[in-house]
């Protein structure tokens, strides 16, 4: 069933997508879209946005706007992020969204597994953004509105350099604020992940911003980091398809011994497995988990330059394999 599809099964005359972009950078606001596309529309390469190109995304998103029902696009301020946390932020910003419909919707489906309570008849969609077309198109509005500001903000403080990045917390982003500071565009909450006592990196920290940022280049979708249970800690959780991957990072330096993925010994993956059953649970995802091991080496011992990173997919497998 593809996304069209899957939306004309529901049969409702109003059916209406909300999706958010920009939950997880350390600056800018969170951003939310709601969109009712009409009955029968088809959009020709309508998709997830994180599967789509920028140029691809620009011209859904002029497509959508002009094709829809009824669309609106709102956020949540870094302040308002700040004071209420992240995933309220999110859930304020949809909310607004839906309230700038000028349309009011039969029915709103949802990306994800929590209920924003958007004051009208929800439907929670795991992946929406993949299996609904009016999800995908709120996904695209979402984002595209999200990045368009970013770049807006990028020509007022051009240090940060966040044309590249769009505030997500990659290693040049990471730089730049340990070099000119924390401004007021960026979530002081979000602070915490990244600065020790002394305003620096942990060698741990910069090792899993990079690694959050390879797996985005290669078409992931970070949903978590540092998700911590009564058994341990998980650095990275990622989806992709059908996978949803459970990402152990391990750094080192040049004059270590052994490989990073040696430190991931069978009691680590023991909490690992059950951090994950834990997660699964508690999100009733249904992909299909796979546990992999980043190992991230860095040029110096105390130094922050990585050299090289070697991503280890289905990895305990794998030592299961070799012992």
Known sequence: MNLFEYDESLNIDRLCGIDEAGRG??????FAAAVILPKGCVIDGLNDSKKL???KREQLFDEITAKAVAYCVASASVEEIDEINILQATFLAMKRAVNGLSVKPDLCLVDGNQNPQ???HSRLVVKGDATSACIAAASILAKVSRDRYMLDLAKQYPQYQLEKHKGYGTKLHCDLIYEYGVSEIHRKSFMKKILDRKGQPTKGEIGENAVASYLEEQGYDIIGQNYHS???EIDIIAEQGN????VEVKA???KSKGAPAEAVTLAKQKKILQTALLYLQ???STLQPRFDVAEVFFTSGSGTQISEIR???DAFTQNESNS
């Open 252 to 254: 080192r330096g040049p």
């Open 230 to 232: 009564r058994y341990g």
């Open 25 to 30: 950078p350390l600056a800018g606001p969170v």
């Open 243 to 246: 996978i949803i991957a459970f």
């Open 118 to 120: 958007v004051g009208i």
């Open 53 to 55: 190109s920028e140029k």
């Open 311 to 313: 991503y280890i997919a």
């Open 282 to 284: 508690e999100t009733q």
